[in-house]
């Protein structure tokens, strides 16, 4: 397995999880405060940007013919 499947495998599944449970936390205890709305929207962020990353990792794994 190439360093990039293993990035592709393991990232983007794991940035789709986070991204759900902040929805689901987000749903049962709304944040009261501004800055608990701000930290769940920068943790949904970061949590984009992990599958972001394992998408890219992805495509270039499937450009490389593996």
């Known amino acids: 397995m190439t360093k990039s499947r293993f ?15 902040a929805i689901v936390s ?19 962020q970061a949590s984009l940007a992990l599958v972001c990353v394992g998408a890219t990792a992805a495509a270039i794994d499937h450009e490389r013919g593996y």
Not at 7 to 21: H, R, S
């Open 7 to 21: 990035v592709a495998v393991t990232t983007a599944p794991v940035g789709l999880i986070l991204i759900m449970l």
């Open 26 to 44: 987000i749903v049962i205890t709304p944040p009261a405060t501004e800055a608990a709305r701000r930290g769940m929207g920068q943790f949904m």
